[in-house]
């Protein structure tokens, strides 16, 4: 009889009413979130689709640290310009939308302290001149116009391209980025992917994250490296730099 009273507490027990979820204390909180997280997700959904037209390029932090086309300007468009974007993504007449995730701006952030010279001195370029381009965090920013006369162009014996465009995207409040760079940013690709509804290109001199990228199903576009001749053994890089720099000064006519 015990425990056929004890049986029965406990079927009251499931069978008392709980407070719906629409009457919680906390479900107008909750409910503010998710319409939040909805209007957000439209909202970039709306932006990216609206680039679709165009080649996204999700750009890594190396190609701006690496590539031996990046030259510093006092021009701040030149400065990102000064790589073959076309070129490398090895498209033609498309328009380019080249996008940094949030991630690459703090990457910058943190080599702008770095003890390799040359990585300081581009991530500190780089970083400023983001800064510059982007007055308004969100906006798109032109970075070589589309070629208008394209009949012009083809006479000079060059090949007409199409315009390159700026962008970073920014983390949702929600994204919980990984700890580890490379793979945040080819997440980011994929996100982007998703929202735009279009292939992404993610350019990168990185072939760690290359293979990884590609892994993940990425198109991936990887410029060349130039690659230096290896030190006579017993030669430090600074000796072998002066000699380099000798026979330059020997060769310059005078």
Known sequence: MKHLTTRRRRQDLWRRPRWP????????????????AFETLQEQIGTWAAAAGKVLAVVDTSVFLSHPAWTQDDDPTAVIASIPW????????????????????????????????KTRYRASVTLAVIDKLLDNPYSTVSIRPKDADWHAVAARGEIPRG????????????HRPFSDPDAEIIDRAMA?????????????????????????????RKPARTIETPPTEGQSTRARRRAVTQVA?????K
């Open 21 to 36: 979820a629409r009457i919680s204390p906390c479900s107008s909180d909750r409910q503010a979130l998710l319409t939040a």
């Open 163 to 174: 315009g390159v465009e700026l962008r970073v995207f920014y983390d949702d409040p929600a």
């Open 86 to 117: 076309p070129e490398e993504l090895g498209v033609g007449f498309d328009d380019v939308l080249l996008v940094l995730p949030e991630v690459v701006i703090r990457e910058f952030d943190r080599l702008k302290e770095s003890g390799n010279q």
């Open 192 to 220: 982007l992917q998703t929202l735009a509804g279009t292939e992404v290109r993610l350019v990168t001199m990185d072939t760690g994250m290359g293979l990884n990228a590609r892994r993940a199903k990425l198109l991936v």
């Open 249 to 253: 000064e020997t060769a310059t006519p």
